[in-house]
């Protein structure tokens, strides 16, 4: 769902506890550890920058900064912030600092501007600082801290009747009381409206007057969130894969994320259908799947991850298509079908439940999504089929089943945007995890402030998606030249 970038969840374990970092709606694959912060704690807001513990990629520096764990009490306990910045590699030409906003939730945006800063383009390496965080719950930042043994007794979302509602309820309370004791007061103050507070005393200790600012995915929530509280701060700001936050109800959420996700999907149908060099080109694209989907349901699909293992429906559907349409790799996922399809049936044995992460707190206790029971429940699943009749048990119905019963603090609410410059909103037509439907609702809600930027490919991120929006988004970051209004940017070969 919003999810991005590239991580899901990451879990430091040790014997029977584990460092949940995040967790992703949207994506399944692992992040590596962010490097370790050696800068000295920050004192009165300002930052002591020290060279990042990652001598494989050297350059970005790190600091910590120290911000209460409830901004409601400034005076009260305080916890420290990984920060990382990589300075522009043209002093002459440098504007200022940008900073990025990690999607996720969970992702790493330390580990971002240490081992991945290719991800922005060269004119914005050339012309700002790159400046990240790991958001408070996240990485370095008083991660939140669960069992392991817990954790691997989560519930499958399959539910089949009311004694499985309410076994998840229960295990959702259990887990909640678990990592709130193993993390902290932090755990109760995850949600995005503290992380715009954090955002803010950011831009103060980096020096900025106005705020610089690129959101993706996840991220995009909180610069929306930003514009929204402090409007006349901001200088410049991206959007790009955004969450709509204003979708009303579980119902509405999960038939969104079903419609972004099914429309990828027929994609890659597409796509196959016109690839010569497509692993499953003249074939029924949409047979062969449902006959891998009846297969994992049968526990008779190997994982390939996993020899000997058999793949459930579910990580079929996460893990092995749904992870590849973020980058819009459909030869890979095509190859990955043809294998599987080609495989040998495991002798029929107990489908194993899916290796999905828990929904962080971050994510609870940003959206309000109640349900009240098993019957109501399993009419959000047959609405999600419906929708999405090639992928059934998506993710976000994984979050909405890990949510159940957690109290929530910033719910969803239209944007209330008053007095702020122009904010470019970026998407692609064809993304599997913020539709394309959200970037034009909350385009809208920034009223005059919104600008549309339309890629017209596929994929989860489209600001480096060919020169058209490169150029675009670099003119806006630097100097503060709009695009015209309903700009769309054409598709580039994958």
Request: charged share 20%.
């Amino acid at each position: 769902m919003p999810f991005k970038d590239r991580s899901a969840l990451r879990l430091i374990a040790t014997r029977g506890t584990a460092m949940a970092v995040g967790a992703a709606t949207a994506v399944l694959t692992g992040l590596a550890a962010a490097p370790a912060v050696h800068a000295l704690p920050s004192a009165a807001g300002a930052l002591r920058w020290a060279p990042c513990d990652d001598a494989a990629k050297p350059g970005a520096e790190c600091a910590v900064l120290s911000v209460p764990v409830d901004w409601a009490r400034p005076a009260g306990p305080k916890l420290d912030l990984a920060v990382a910045r990589r300075k522009a590699t043209d002093p002459g030409a440098r504007i200022g600092s940008m900073v990025f906003g990690p999607g996720g939730p969970g992702d790493s945006g330390v580990e971002m501007v240490v081992g991945r800063i290719s991800r922005f383009s060269p004119e914005v390496r050339r012309r700002f600082d790159i400046v990240s965080f790991d958001p408070r719950g996240v990485g370095d930042s008083n991660p939140v801290a669960c069992s392991g043994d817990l954790l691997a007794e989560r519930p499958s979302p399959e539910l089949t009747n009311q004694a499985d509602f309410d076994a998840t309820l229960a295990y959702n309370s259990r887990l909640r009381a678990d990592c709130r004791s193993r993390t902290g007061p932090v755990f109760d103050h995850l949600d995005t409206a503290q992380t715009v507070r954090d955002l803010d005393a950011l831009r103060a200790a980096i020096g900025e007057r106005k705020l610089t600012f690129h959101g993706s995915s996840y991220g995009t929530l909180l610069g929306a969130q930003y514009a929204e509280t402090y409007p006349r701060r901001v200088r410049a700001m991206v959007l790009e894969s955004v969450m709509d936050h204003s979708v009303p109800t579980a119902r509405d959420f999960l038939r969104s994320e079903a419609a972004a996700a099914e429309d990828s999907f027929q994609e890659f149908v597409k796509w196959c259908d016109g690839a010569a060099d497509c692993a499953l080109h003249g074939r029924d694209v949409r047979s062969v799947w449902q006959g891998l989907l009846d297969r994992a349901g049968r526990g008779e699909l190997e994982d390939p991850a996993k020899p000997g293992m058999s793949l459930s429906p579910s990580d079929l559907v996460n893990r092995n298509a749904f992870r590849k349409f973020y980058d819009a790799d459909y030869a890979g996922l095509a190859t990955a079908v043809a294998e599987m399809d080609a495989s040998k049936p495991l002798p029929a044995s107990p489908t194993s439940t899916a290796a999905l992460p828990p929904a962080t707190p971050v994510f609870c206790s940003d959206w309000h999504l109640p349900v009240r029971d098993y019957r109501e429940y399993a009419s959000l699943v047959a609405t999600m089929r419906r929708t999405a009749p090639d992928l059934p048990y998506l993710l976000p119905i994984h979050m909405v089943a890990a949510c159940l019963g957690a109290p929530t603090a910033n719910p969803q609410h239209r944007l209330d945007v008053h007095g702020a410059p122009p904010i470019l909103v970026s998407n692609a037509r064809h993304d599997p995890a913020t539709g394309y439907p959200w970037a034009v609702s909350v385009a809208r809600q920034l009223r005059r402030s919104g600008v549309l930027l339309t890629y017209e490919g596929q994929g989860h991120g489209s600001v480096t998606s060919g020169p058209c929006m490169e150029d675009a988004v670099d003119g806006y970051l630097t100097d503060l030249a709009v695009p015209p209004r309903g700009t769309v940017c054409p598709a580039v070969p994958s």
